[in-house]
């Protein structure tokens, strides 16, 4: 009895084991399915609309309506259920009809006797060597219509191979359409969708990080694309993915569309993005060679300046396929047929512009001698300079240019002299110019000689105190035993302060990414010369945040001070800050609300070691949304201590006539008086949390007549037991409505008009925690209310005299 339930139990293991794997002894029949070991994706049989036909194909297992992501079977459909998918006698995944015949097959040469086939939880279906483990084949390289995450597309420049995208026939025949989508990369990698081998959209080269001719597309996008590029001169277009919540895909539609969607958890629905090609000027070649489109104009269609129609009659029907030709011959072309040289061509300079195909990479390394290289060469008629593709030339026609509202490149055309703004001046003119900028001259020269007298006193006067600021600057930092990196070396890692590595800028200056020369990613706060703040929140911030270690503290690695250049080296945050995708249409879809409320958390923990755990009592005194960075996992990170102040043991509050903060996150008694505690932290806390429970910035309510800030529509919408117009609608869920209910709650009790009034940074954790349970009902929350003897034309001169800034408050006299 006991031999047979163990065996019982061994072979309910085997079936369970077996849900998402097909072998040889366990098939898949129609109807039957299996899932993917996290129940993310679906393997089955199934019916387009309007058909009877049979196929098999992977879909998201837990989406209506049903998604279908790759096709095996496409142009061999069953014409009855009798389908089985299986592995044959050869170790190959075939599907096989009622007949026995074989369908499909994964057509691996080097099959082996003994394999098996599992459904993965990012969709893709690998068929392994059972034995050694090695993948012998993978749903991934022969993709369908659809591109999800994970999944490449690969091109070989040797042999010209390419694994791309394939539309169906119809909505109701997934057979191999017309239209295909993949990777070129013979001169400089870009993409296309092709018609047959026709192209009709390309997405400009590959600069790094984006295609520089699809305007808005931004590299630090949690979903996006990415090339990598081996050393065989293979090519793969990656979709990738930092946040596991987020699911897109990107569909070949059968009438050559390029669909890109997400799912919506709120909604539960597949929400649409966009597409390419988004209009006429997507169109490639839509204008012909030498021809520039705009969406804007009518017609699109327009020559370049020194250009004209090749066909005027069919240009004034509108189709513009012919293109333009030059007006007047170059330079080069006037020689070889016995004409004058002439004066040297010039370049016509084209701004925020798609650039033509066929671009080629020269090896030129600035601006000025790429455009050396076009010159000095007959055949080039073209130039365009862009950060991380530098140098692009071209020789042939110019063809598929648009013009963009901004973005893009600016792209340099070769044209006669006589083709530019050339204008002579006359005599008359240039000798009254000549008299007039004479006497200019003379004046300048004198307040010159004046001025560097009072410049060389200054400059002596600022070197003797650069002299001192080093060495007062010397003894803290020995005393903060913080490493101190060289100039050079944090030349070298930002490449020299490339705006390619800028990641942002704030009061302090602007910041860049770089990476050390052991591989170290860090991010470098440049104090600016113009910057407001200087050496006094340059050493405020190294001396504190240099003695905290804590998760959810940003690490300060090292620091650089070597003459007028002051400079802070931290770790590198991925994500940037939570700004970046709190406000953001699209990138606040990443940020469910576990998510919210693991970021809320963690900001509370950062905040109670700076009041209460750490060796030092630190008042923040800038807390808001763009000091709180994200790393890889969006775990937040408080940074920005350059206005921080430490308290001493016994102090619980400190007075200040030099206010310092962002408008909107100081509290009231700071604001006005000067006075800041742990409350004020806590009210710039309560800001944030209702940021993050709506949202929208607590200014986004300026232009409103009923309330001044998000603090006030919090309040009036509590007030009226309207809690739920609060909630962002992106996180309103009913089954979190308790939790977020509450979160609100807290964040009105933080930003209550008296200090007194709101709870510790403790509390608000115990809150949060639903330690404590009963939370008491809010009082007047700080500027809630417009002054009620505000009439609407006051309220309205008000508008019009002030204005929104979002930048921090550095330095401010208190009443």
Request: charged share 20%.
């Amino acid at each position: 009895m006991v031999a047979l339930l163990l065996l019982l139990c061994f072979f309910c293991l085997q079936l369970g084991a077996a849900r998402d794997t097909i072998t040889s002894s366990q098939y898949v029949k129609d109807p039957d399915a299996i899932v993917s070991a996290g129940n993310k994706f679906k393997l089955g049989f199934f019916s387009p609309v309007n058909s009877t036909n049979r196929y098999v194909g992977i879909w998201f297992s837990s989406f209506t309506p049903i998604t279908r992501v790759w096709v095996a079977n496409r142009n061999k459909p069953l014409n009855d259920s009798s389908g089985v998918m299986t592995i044959s006698g050869d170790g190959n995944l075939v599907v096989l009809n009622g007949q026995k015949e074989t369908l499909w097959s994964s057509n691996v040469s080097n099959g082996v006797s003994n394999s098996s086939a599992r459904l993965m939880d990012d969709g893709n279906l690998v068929l392994r060597d059972i034995g050694s483990g090695n993948r012998l084949w993978e749903s991934f390289q022969e993709p369908s219509d659809t591109m999800i995450t994970n999944m490449r597309l690969t091109a070989k420049v040797r042999t010209g191979e390419k694994t791309l995208l394939s539309s169906w026939r119809s909505p109701s025949d997934p057979s191999i359409g017309t239209f295909s989508v993949g990777i070129d990369p013979v001169r400089i990698p870009q993409c296309f969708i092709w018609n047959h081998s026709h192209p009709i959209y390309r997405t400009g080269p590959w600069n790094g990080q984006v295609f520089i001719g699809i305007p808005g597309m931004n590299s630090v996008n949690i979903n996006g694309f990415d090339i990598e590029q081996d050393g065989n001169g293979t090519f793969t277009l990656i979709l990738n993915s930092a946040n596991e919540s987020y699911i897109g895909s990107f569909v070949l539609s059968y009438d050559g569309n390029f669909n890109e969607l997400y799912w919506d958890y709120g909604k539960e629905e597949w929400v649409y993005v966009g597409r390419l090609p988004n209009d006429e000027c997507d169109v490639y070649g839509k204008c012909g060679s030498f021809g520039i489109c705009n969406a804007k104009y009518s017609p699109i269609c327009s020559c370049m300046k020194g250009f004209e129609p090749k066909d005027a009659d069919e240009w004034n029907s509108r189709n513009w396929t012919s293109g333009c030709v030059r007006r007047r011959p170059m330079q080069c072309e006037r020689i070889q047929y016995g004409g004058e040289p002439g004066k040297e061509d010039g370049f016509l300079k084209l701004r925020t512009v798609k650039v033509p195909d066929f671009a080629d990479r020269s090896l030129a390394v600035s601006e000025q001698t790429c455009r050396e290289n076009c010159m000095n060469n007959c055949s080039c008629i073209a130039y365009a300079y862009y950060t991380g593709i530098r140098c692009m030339l071209w020789w042939e026609n110019l063809t598929d240019i648009r013009k963009f509202p901004s973005g893009g490149a600016d792209l340099y055309v070769r044209l006669a002299y006589s083709e530019l703004d050339n204008r002579t001046t006359s005599m008359k003119v240039i000798i009254g110019l000549t008299v007039v900028v004479g006497a200019i001259i003379s004046a300048i020269c004198v307040f010159c000689m004046w001025r560097r007298i009072a410049h060389y006193r200054e400059r002596k006067k600022r070197s003797m105190k650069i002299l001192l600021d080093e060495s007062m600057m010397q003894d803290d930092l020995n005393q903060a035993k913080l490493p101190l990196l060289s100039l050079p070396k944090l030349v070298a890692a930002t490449n020299n302060f490339d705006i390619a590595n800028k990641l942002g800028q704030g009061g302090f200056g602007p910041v860049y990414k770089g990476r050390l020369p052991d591989g170290q990613e860090i991010a470098v706060k440049r104090l600016s010369r113009a910057s407001g703040q200087g050496l006094e929140e340059f050493m405020n911030e190294v001396v504190v945040i240099s003695k905290l270690q804590h998760r959810n503290l940003v690490r300060l690695l090292g620091c650089c001070v070597e003459g007028e250049e002051k400079m802070l080296v931290y770790e590198y945050m991925p994500n940037k800050s939570l700004d970046a995708f709190l406000f953001d249409p699209l990138r606040k879809q990443l940020l469910d609300w576990n998510k919210r409320f693991d970021i809320v958390d963690g900001i509370c923990r950062g905040l109670l070691y700076l009041h209460r755990d750490s060796r030092l009592k630190i008042i923040h005194r800038d807390l808001k949304a763009s000091n709180i960075l994200l790393d890889e996992n969006l775990n937040p990170k408080i940074s920005d201590f350059g206005m921080a102040r430490i308290f001493g043991g016994n102090e619980d509050q400190a007075n200040t006539i030099r206010v310092v903060g962002t408008y909107g996150y100081m509290s009231p008694e700071y604001a006005i008086q000067g006075r800041f505690s742990e409350k004020s932290d806590v009210f710039s806390f309560g800001v944030l949390l209702l940021e993050i429970a709506s949202g929208r910035k607590n200014t986004s309510f300026y232009d409103c007549e009923q309330v001044s800030s998000l603090i006030g529509f919090a309040w009036k919408s509590w007030n009226e037991g309207n809690i739920g117009a609060i909630v962002d609608p992106v996180i309103s869920n009913p089954s979190f409505e308790v939790e977020v209910f509450r979160c609100i709650n807290i964040g009105l009790l933080c930003v209550q008009e008296l200090a007194r009034d709101r709870p510790t940074i403790s509390t608000v954790i115990s809150m949060l925690n639903s330690e404590i349970v009963d939370l008491p009902a809010p009082k007047q929350s700080a500027f809630a209310e417009r002054f009620s003897y505000l009439d609407k034309e006051s309220s309205e001169q008000n508008k019009q005299r002030y204005s929104i800034n979002n930048v921090s408050i550095t330095a401010l006299e208190a009443r």
